[in-house]
């Protein structure tokens, strides 16, 4: 559960957080087999950076982003969150 992820600043100490939750859920999905990949890095990606400039952050928005395969030889399904100032 991460609802402190939607109530603290967006800074280092926040990202790092947020992609160690995000990290324990996927990698735990992956061990049951819920995702696809020889190894975690090809069942998921997490980029809390790409959407996330300065102009973003400083609003008091954020995008975390994640891919996860979900069966072999399939795109990645991509996940966009949000978090935007005061929601």
């Not at 008091?60 to 990645?76: C, Q, R, S, T």
């Amino acid at each position: 559960s991460i609802p402190w992820a939607f109530s603290l600043n967006i800074d280092s100490s926040f990202k790092g957080r947020l992609r160690r939750a995000f990290t324990k859920f996927l990698y735990s999905e992956w061990e049951k087999g819920a995702l696809y990949g020889a190894t975690q890095e090809e069942a998921f990606e997490i980029d809390l950076d790409s959407k996330n400039t300065p102009e973003v952050t400083e609003k008091g928005e954020f995008y975390p982003m994640i891919k996860v395969a979900l069966k072999k030889g399939a795109e990645k399904i991509i996940l966009i969150l949000s978090k935007k100032g005061g929601e």
